[in-house]
């Protein structure tokens, strides 16, 4: 069973940092694009960022409204993928959801599996 | 910006068939997918590459594509299909995904 447990969310100050995990299982994650997912209060999904595999050089893209300020990571001996999050702003207040990309049978595009999501709450 | 347009609200009856578009601002050659999520919990995968069903999605959860424009099919809508619904696809390029709007599907 394909597992993806988000952690280290929590209540930030604007212009902090904080950095979330995301620990999965059940499928072979060293060769799985990783991506994350936020959805702000009442509001609609966000794409936030993906990291790509070992074979395709651990690529990252981010959406505009975070490029520059967070970064994605993974540790595929750990099977856990990160979220940095720097110079937090209000806006970035949401649940963060971690995603694999495809499924395991059939698609190998969109988000196949998700996590429960983790809060992170921006604000003085 | 790549962006994708869903209707903010759809209403049916039981049983009746619901119809969700998905309007792109630009054509792709990107497929769309389709997510459920209900409140309080993940959103679910229901359509993938405009019109394939996962396993274990029911059978009354459909897709088709013409033009700019993706439609998910609910035949025979049931009172446990309402929820929220989004369209998800990518850029040309596909390095940048984007997400619908959504849409919120009331099952009167």
């Known amino acids: 069973e394909v597992q993806l447990v988000e952690s280290g969310g929590g209540l930030v100050q604007p212009g902090g940092s904080l950095k979330l995990s995301c620990a999965a299982s059940g499928f072979t994650f060293s060769g799985s694009a990783m991506h994350w997912v936020r959805q ?76 429960q999501g983790t809060l992170v709450a921006v604000s003085s | 910006s790549y962006e994708l347009t869903q209707p903010p609200s759809v209403s049916v009856s039981p049983g009746q068939t619901a119809r969700i578009t998905c309007s792109a601002d630009a054509l792709s050659n990107q497929y769309v997918y389709w997510y459920q999520q209900k409140p309080g919990q993940a959103p679910v995968l229901v359509i993938y590459k405009d019109s394939e069903r996962p396993s274990g999605i029911p059978e009354r959860f ?47």
């Open chain 1, 40 to 115: 702000a209060s009442g509001k609609g999904l966000e794409w936030v960022g993906r990291i790509r595999s070992k074979a395709n050089n651990y690529a990252t893209t981010y959406a505009a409204s975070v490029t520059d300020r967070f970064t994605i990571s993974r540790d595929d001996s750990e099977n856990t993928a990160y979220l940095q999050m720097n110079s937090l702003k209000t806006e970035d207040t949401a649940v963060y959801y971690c995603t694999r990309q495809g499924l395991l049978v059939g698609a190998t595009g969109g988000f196949g599996y998700w996590g």
């Open chain 2, 62 to 108: 459909s897709g088709s594509s013409s033009g700019t424009t993706v439609t998910l099919i609910i035949s025979g809508v049931q009172t446990e299909d309402e929820a929220d619904y989004y369209c998800q696809s990518a850029d040309s390029s596909g390095t940048n995904w984007v997400f619908g709007g959504g849409t919120k599907l009331t099952v009167l």
